[in-house]
Structure formats: structure tokens, C-alpha cells
């Protein structure tokens, strides 16, 4: 990671250069984060079988600290065809070269940190499936751009959102649910598997049947960004 070495961002947020947060497909793709650590390492287990139920792919970006407390379960997500593991980061912290902090969480404070951050988790989910992660989200999702260059640098995909579905977890079933009525062709939507008895699980019980009763169809990332692993640049 020399070759970041100096560089000084000048974006800081969710939607910085680099970053994914739509697919050119027609189909809607959920990703549920699981983001551990204190409060935050336990398991929907309604929201997992509410996708199960109606035969809904998603992406799962998992947090090293979450798999760390249910590898069991990560393992056996994992192997399910129905989901696709993604890179939540080793600590769940902001990703930032220079140490800027989102939503009180201080992020990392250098390349080095960054790059840390990146792989720690990449080793754990690459030892858990056997497969290289394809796709990162940072704690907080927040980047540089100088950061989501590195992610790309090391063969996976910044992917943020364009629907925020569940506000980290804190709405109540009525508001995921009109927020994931939002959803169309080529939204990201983000929201959590991690916080059982909120409202997630819920809003998406009441809202996913709607969708697919009125047409809308879904996919994992993997299905519709076939190009992470290209060149840094190529899948903007």
C-alpha cells in the first residue's frame, strides 16, 4: 500500500469518489449488515428466515467481530446459495487515511490503519468460505476517497447504498417498511441482521411480499456488479 502513502483525501463521507452505491440491473439488491461488538452481535433470526421463506438473495457484510462471536452461524450463511458474504471491516470503524471520525466513531488514522481494517476481516471471511470477499463496507460506511481506492487496490468493491432502510437498525416496522417501499430497480438497500427485536425484520416481513407481488426481483451483488475485481475506476 506504499503507492497511498502521502496522498490526502479531500472527500470524506458516503458517497465519495470510488464508492458504489446503485447497480446499473433491474433488480434491487438488499444488503444486511451485522456489524458486532458491544449491543451489536446478536442475530435476527426472523429477518434471515423471512428471506429463507420467500426465496430472496442478499449480501451480508459481516464485521470480524460479529463472525468471531457466531462462526457457527457465519460458516453456514456462508454456504447458503441463497447469500453472498461481504467485508465489514476488523473493528468497525470508519475507513480514513488522515483519522476522521463518523457518528462519534474515530476512524483509522493511516494508510497502514486503513489497510488493517481492510484485511483483517478479508482473512477471516476468506478463511470461513474458502473464497476471496468481492465486496467492503466500513463501519459507519463511511470512507475517503483515498480508502476506497485502496479497497479497490486490494480486488474488492466500496459498496455503499441508495436505500437506508433501517437507520442502523433504530425505526420501527412501519418506517422500515415505507422505507424499503422506496426500493427500485438498481437500489442498494442497506439495513441489519445483527439487532434481533428491532424493527427490521418486521417492516421487511410486511414489505418484501408487496414487492414481489407488484414485480420486483432481487439479487446479491455479486449478480449484478460482476466487475469488482476489475481495475480501480471500471465500475463506477
Not at 454456504?79 to 483509522?108: C, M, W
Amino acid at each position: 500500500m506504499t503507492e497511498f502513502g502521502g496522498r490526502l483525501p479531500a472527500e470524506w463521507g458516503l458517497t465519495v469518489t470510488g464508492v458504489v452505491t446503485r447497480s446499473p440491473d433491474s433488480q434491487t439488491v438488499l444488503t444486511l449488515d451485522a456489524c458486532g461488538g458491544p449491543g451489536g452481535s446478536g442475530v435476527d433470526q426472523e429477518l434471515i428466515a423471512t428471506l429463507r421463506r420467500l426465496n430472496i438473495p442478499a449480501t451480508l457484510f459481516m464485521n470480524a467481530r460479529w463472525i468471531q462471536a457466531n462462526r457457527q452461524l457465519a460458516a453456514e450463511l456462508g454456504h447458503d446459495p441463497l447469500f453472498e458474504l461481504a467485508n465489514h471491516g476488523q473493528a468497525h470503524r470508519p475507513l480514513s487515511v488522515t483519522g476522521k471520525s463518523a457518528y462519534g466513531i474515530a476512524g483509522t488514522g493511516s494508510v497502514a490503519d486503513a489497510y488493517d481494517e481492510l484485511t483483517g476481516c478479508m482473512d477471516v471471511l476468506r478463511e470461513l468460505t474458502g473464497r476471496q470477499p468481492q465486496f467492503f463496507r466500513p463501519g459507519t460506511a463511511y470512507f475517503d476517497e483515498v480508502s476506497a481506492a485502496m479497497t479497490r487496490r486490494l480486488g474488492m468493491l466500496p459498496v455503499n447504498f441508495s436505500v437506508n432502510a433501517d437507520a442502523g437498525a433504530t425505526l420501527s416496522p412501519e418506517a422500515v417498511g415505507s422505507a424499503l417501499a422506496t426500493a427500485r430497480p438498481g437500489d442498494i438497500v442497506i439495513a441489519h441482521f445483527n439487532k434481533p427485536g428491532s424493527g427490521t425484520a418486521a417492516g421487511f416481513r410486511q414489505e418484501l411480499p408487496r414487492l414481489q407481488g407488484a414485480g420486483t426481483t432481487f439479487a446479491r451483488l455479486g449478480d449484478v456488479l460482476p466487475c469488482a475485481l476489475t481495475p480501480v475506476g471500471r465500475c463506477d
